[in-house]
Structure formats: C-alpha cells, structure tokens
C-alpha cells in the first residue's frame, strides 16, 4: 500500500489570479507504481504562526477582535478546497497545484491577505482522497490518510501584487516566491 508524503518546493504567481504550488510527492514504498492520485487539498492559513505590526493588527480587528483577545480569537483560516488529479509515477513526482486567489474583499482569506504589510503568509495545506495502484499485478485503491499534511510560508508581497491588480490577475506574474 503506497506510503505517501507530500512537500511543497516552491511557490510562483499563475498567469490567472492564482498561485501555483509545487509539490514533492514522494512514495517511501519503493518499486511500487502509482497509476494515479485523485487528490484533494484543503488550504488553510495559520495566522497564529507569525507576528503583526500594530498596524496590521488593528486591520485584522474585523476577522479576530481587539488583539487582547487573539489568544481565543485566531484560528485557521480556510482558503480553498482544489481536486486535482496526479498523473501515475514510480517513487516521487512533481506536480503543480493551482491555488486560486479570492478576489471578494468579503471573504476571510482576501480581508487577511490585504491587512498583511509584509513578511510571509503560513499556509498549511490538508490531503485526502484516493490513490490508484499497481499491486501483484492487480490494481488497487486506497484512501490517502486524513493526517497528510504539510506547511510552507508564502511572501505577502506577490500575494498583495495579485490581490489589488486589476481583474486580469497580471500584477506579478511570473515570480517565483520560494
């Protein structure tokens, strides 16, 4: 049974109001041929895994209270769920994930980002769905285990560039942040 690991290598602005993320996936049983992974990822921001300004704690006032209460207040902020498909590989594999920016002003993930001034944005990022693979010559399928999960940090300032450029999502384009 695949023994999945997933790691996310490097971050860079999508063509469309997005970011795309490259994951490392690796499968620690060896020899073992994975024929695909339909995957879903949760993306959650950790705003407890970073420090403000005063400035940027008085803008996040609307989504957490006055700062005094933070310690019950902050928690997880969900950002998107992606279904993606993997195409089928031996050992590891690099795949990219288009995160899709939330443009409403409304919405918690949006109002997060533009309060932010700088530094990096942590993101934890939760896995599941199924994994089709090759097994004593038969084709197999498992659940891929609700504890995959990993963290990276994002810069703000592309986050930024993207949230406050016009509906084309062209504002930073191309850079690469991690």
């Not at 989504?63 to 279904?83: A, H, Q």
């Not at 939330?102 to 896995?127: M, Q, S």
Request: proline residues 8%; hydrophobic residues 40%; charged residues 15%.
């Amino acid at each position: 049974m695949p023994d999945l690991r997933f790691q996310v290598e490097s971050a860079e602005v999508a063509p469309t109001p997005a970011m795309s993320l490259r994951l490392a996936i690796v499968n620690a049983c060896d020899g073992e041929q994975i024929q695909s992974i339909a995957l879903t990822v949760q993306v959650q921001i950790e705003p407890a895994r970073r420090r403000y300004s005063d400035r940027e704690a008085q803008a996040l006032g609307d989504l957490f209270g006055e700062r005094v209460r933070w310690s019950s207040t902050v928690r997880p902020l969900f950002w998107t769920t992606i279904n993606a498909v993997v195409p089928g590989f031996t050992g590891s594999t690099r795949f990219d994930l288009q995160v899709p920016f939330a443009l409403d002003p409304n919405i918690g993930a949006a109002k997060y980002l533009r309060a932010l001034e700088g530094g990096e944005v942590p993101l934890t990022l939760l896995f599941s769905g199924r994994v089709i693979y090759g097994m004593g010559g038969s084709i197999q399928m498992a659940p891929i285990p609700w504890s995959l999960e990993t963290s990276c940090g994002i810069p703000v300032l592309p986050c930024r560039q993207v949230l406050d450029a016009p509906s084309s999502g062209a504002g930073g384009r191309g850079a690469t942040w991690i």
